[in-house]
């Protein structure tokens, strides 16, 4: 847990931008098969989409086409740098209840995301290294 985020940390990022609607963001959900979705606009990061957000928003799929991302992500968001440790990210997610948390550079720009389940992959790894997931 003393190793830092930027070892399981995903790089390979899918991101939208606040301008995208609701229909790309669910379309992605469904697609990729993630539930977290970086809102980005010129390499820094906005914001968050979730599926309980869309899953909580009072309004029909019908009209997802007409509602951007940037009226239903969440702006606030706790952060990590790359060289944050594994076991900051551990105490994030169980003090919050978050499941995922962007990963960002001084300047503010997007380098990665780390969920619960990156988490819980390396904690399995090193306590299990010969097994197959």
Not at 24 to 48: I, M, N, Q, S
Request: overall charge negative; proline content about 5%.
């Amino acid at each position: 847990m003393n190793e830092p985020v930027s070892k399981i940390m995903t790089r390979d990022l899918i991101t939208v931008s606040p301008e995208d609607t609701l229909d790309k963001a669910r379309a992605l959900f469904a697609e990729k098969r993630f539930h977290h979705l970086l809102v980005v606009e010129k390499d820094l990061l906005k914001g968050l989409i979730t599926t309980s957000d869309l899953l909580w928003l009072d309004e029909p799929s019908s009209n997802y086409k007409n509602i951007k991302i940037s009226d239903v992500m969440t702006r606030k968001l706790a952060t990590l740098e790359p060289t944050d440790k594994i076991g900051s990210a551990a105490q994030i997610f169980l003090r919050n209840w978050f499941h995922a948390l962007p990963v960002v550079n001084s300047d503010g720009k997007i380098e990665g995301i780390v969920t619960t389940f990156d988490v819980l992959h390396y904690s399995f790894k090193k306590e299990y290294p010969g097994e197959e997931i």
